[in-house]
């Protein structure tokens, strides 16, 4: 039997020790996704409606790129996040594990194949 005081249980930030470091990145990317998210759609409708060439030279400026890019990097870690935490929650064992990675994996391609697609289409 153990001896704790209320703080001391309290201090573990919960059963798997990480509870408040989730918390703290999950308001972080909530608050930068609530900036980047009225900026892009601003950014990305002003870039609608032109020829080809238009849409090449708008995104080659570097405002639209850095905010279509730190929006996707941002947007998609943040689902990624939130995806993890229920299949924690509602997943066990080996299905739960390999839905994990498969989702890491996913997530990951989809990051690394829009940033392709930006700098292809930025220069």
């Given at each position: 039997m153990t001896f704790l005081?209320d703080?001391?249980?309290?201090q573990?930030l919960?059963?798997?020790?990480t509870?408040?470091?989730?918390h703290?990145?999950?308001m972080v990317?909530?608050?930068?996704?609530?900036?980047?998210?009225?900026l892009f759609v601003?950014?990305?409708?002003?870039?609608?409606?032109?020829?080809?060439?238009?849409?090449?030279?708008?995104f080659?400026?570097?405002?639209p790129?850095?905010?279509?890019?730190?929006t996707?990097v941002?947007?998609?870690?943040?689902v990624?996040r939130?995806?993890?935490?229920?299949?924690?929650?509602?997943?066990?064992?080996t299905a739960?594990?390999?839905t994990?990675?498969?989702?890491?994996?996913?997530?990951y391609?989809?990051i690394?194949a829009?940033?392709?697609?930006?700098v292809?289409?930025?220069l």
């Amino acid at each position: 039997m153990t001896f704790l005081t209320d703080r001391k249980r309290a201090q573990g930030l919960g059963a798997s020790g990480t509870g408040t470091h989730h918390h703290w990145q999950m308001m972080v990317s909530s608050t930068l996704l609530g900036v980047l998210v009225p900026l892009f759609v601003i950014t990305f409708g002003l870039g609608l409606g032109g020829t080809y060439q238009e849409v090449l030279a708008y995104f080659s400026k570097p405002f639209p790129a850095i905010i279509t890019g730190l929006t996707l990097v941002v947007g998609v870690i943040h689902v990624m996040r939130e995806a993890l935490v229920a299949i924690e929650d509602y997943m066990h064992g080996t299905a739960g594990k390999l839905t994990a990675i498969f989702v890491g994996a996913f997530c990951y391609t989809t990051i690394a194949a829009g940033l392709f697609a930006l700098v292809k289409l930025a220069l």
